[in-house]
């Protein structure tokens, strides 16, 4: 044999073991399940590993152990301090170990930031060794020259999927020629974090009526926030504040139908206000403005034609980041559920995306049950995340078994946790919004938590016309999709926005608590460009202001040189309120007299196919303010306790002087009939936060 077949040889020896390294690392760090230490070393001797090989077996299991429950949220900073700890004790004992432990160790370290799970200071760490040993000669000749090394990272992206390397500013180019790229080469998977997204915002300001008395928004129900906000304080913490969306909490509890709900003329809504004393500050008042769409509130005792038949696509993803029990595995019991409720005319397809996009069926009929469950059961969870390409595919499905005069909706399951292609929340909402008019909406089920996309799950839900729920737990599961699945799937009106005209006669200043960034301009109002919120079948939605009425102490010393405007001049008992359609809330017929209307409330919404909207309103009256709140209805003073929760956990200055114990002593007084227990959960909810806040 001669010397240039023997070389060949050995370097062929050489490749090979380090594809067998490499395949083994790809294999135990992608594995869930931890390796016992005796394990361990017998597959270090099985594959040949070198001597430090159980110090770096060590990292991937402490890196298997982030992937745990345990490590998800509390946990996560002590979980990165002790991979940084080890990092820092094995490092210095790798010098001049030959390439293979400077493979594995740089092998490990574009696994962890392929599954977005070191910060960014732990991956320079690694990769500025790794340029250290790199530079020497020595380490390339045994290695078989560059070649060889390139060759031991490029079987990286194959086996995981996706990679993602962005080089640290201070590595050489000389490192960054060496390190191949892959053609899915994802910037966002490079720079993302382990932390959740949520939109940052402020709360609503007081406003003086005589400066402007038009309050308009876009109506709002999703659930997502009080979800996630349980979850928080389930976990051991309170929430982010900006995972605190007020008006989420307040639309989380279903209808109560006892009260006194007036049907709204020429509308699929039924209505009532409240008027009682602020329980936060004895200066103010609340009105609580109540909408309910038409449909039952609850699935159960369905007959099979009350939902029209459904063309679903349930959009799943099976990404690196899903995987664990309060992710994919909790993904698979929920869509077991909404299986249950499936019938032989609905049909489903299932799109699922990591580093590639897949169709395990498509077009399956309602009683396909067994092969629908068998494909979802199997899926697993590994590689990145094609967020962008599975929602364009997941429309062209949804497109091809389009049901007319039928529910079209893809249910995207997801942490939001995107990073390749399409993935900014610009160019999501843009696809969405593209999509909206072909009668095709998109709803939003987010998981997990430390990592969580809130702020791009919110703006594409509502952009596609659909909700966003969050799901925390099998019960909420089945509160989505068995109790409230009329209202997840069936809408009622699309585009709705409301207008709440006050009348500064009577009221001095108004706070909306709540839809802080579903604001709108005046003038949108009557834009029917412009669009609003979704409300499903069955689903209540709240409405809350602060106000300052007349008399009472206003934030603003009165002006010495104020000059009344022209309407709050008008001769109360000539005026004609020529719009007014609807009752009172009460049940009583409308009044013609503004002096006694605390404010008009209006409404503009879209039937589900419609173009144009249509336009209810209604007087909001004085002479309807309870004197206590103890006369308000149940409701509402649940309503009120709820609201004060949400701006406590916002830090909201006006809340510094109500405790936790009181706001629970106030939900705890008006829980009344509440046959999902949802009311009384939330009353442990304050207790727990009061705990909480202690610490």
Known sequence: MSNTDSNANSQHSKNSQADSI?????????????????AMQELIEKHGLGEHALRIMEIVQTTTRLHTARYRDVALPQAKAELAGLLDNTLPELTGCGPYDIAMALALCKILAANSIITREIQDKLLEFCEKHWSNPTVFSSAGGTTGLSGILSHIPLMIGCVAFAAPSGISAKMQNA?????????????????????????????????????????????????????????????????????????????NRGNNFAKMENSPFYGYYSLFPCPWNSERVLMHLALLAEGENTFEGRVEDEIPPC?????????????????????????????????????????????????????????????????????????????????????EQAKRGFVKNGVNRILMFTDGDFNV????????????????????????????????????????????????????SLSEAHKVFTEELRATLTTVAKDVKAQIEFNPVLVKEYRQIGYDTRQLEAAEFNDDNREGGFIGSGKLVNALYELTLVGQKTSVDPLRYATPTDEAKKDASSAKNGEANGGNGSGEAAEV???????????????????????????????????????????????????????????????????????????????????????????????????????
């Open 421 to 472: 292609g399409v993935s900014s929340n610009a160019e999501l909402t843009a696809l969405v919004a593209r999509k909206r008019d072909t009668g095709i909406t998109l709803s939003i089920l987010g998981f997990g938590g430390y990592n969580l996309n809130d702020s791009m799950m919110v703006q594409v839900a509502d952009k596609g016309n659909g909700n966003y729920s969050y799901i925390d």
């Open 179 to 255: 390190m191949p790229t892959p053609a899915f080469y994802s910037k966002n998977l490079a720079n993302a974090t382990s932390e959740a997204r949520y939109l940052g915002y402020e709360d609503n300001a007081l406003t003086e009526t005589t400066k402007e008395s038009l309050s308009t928004f876009s109506l709002n129900v999703g659930t997502a926030s009080y979800a996630n906000v349980r979850r928080f304080l389930n976990s051991g913490s309170l929430p982010n504040p900006d995972a605190v969306r007020v008006e989420e909490l307040l639309n989380y509890f279903p209808a």
């Open 22 to 38: 490499t395949k083994f690392l790809v294999e135990q760090a992608s594995s869930p399940v931890l390796t016992e230490e005796a």
């Open 311 to 395: 063309n679903l696509v349930f959009l799943v993803d099976t990404s690196g980041s899903m995987e664990g029990s309060d992710r994919l595995a909790l993904v698979k019991a929920g869509l077991n559920l909404l299986i249950d409720e499936l019938r032989p005319a609905d049909k489903v397809s299932l799109v699922t995306y990591s580093g590639t996009v897949s169709i395990p069926f498509s077009n399956f009929s309602g009683d396909q049950k067994v092969e629908m469950r068998a494909a979802i059961n199997s899926l697993i969870a590994s590689g990145c995340t094609a967020g962008g390409e599975a929602m364009k595919l997941a429309y």
């Open 593 to 695: 007299n503004f002096a006694d209307e605390l404010a008009f409330v209006k409404l503009r919404w879209k039937a589900p196919e419609a173009k144009n909207s249509t336009l209810t309103a209604w007087p909001v009256f004085h002479k309807h303010l309870h004197a206590e709140i103890s006369q308000a209805n149940a409701d509402s003073r649940f309503i009120a306790a709820v609201a004060a929760f949400g701006q406590k956990l916002r830090n909201n200055p006006a809340l510094a002087e109500t405790s936790w114990p009181q706001i629970a002593a106030l939900a705890q007084e008006a829980v009344g009939t509440d046959p999902g227990g949802y009311k009384n959960e939330f009353v442990k909810l304050v207790k727990l936060a009061d705990k909480l806040a202690k610490h």
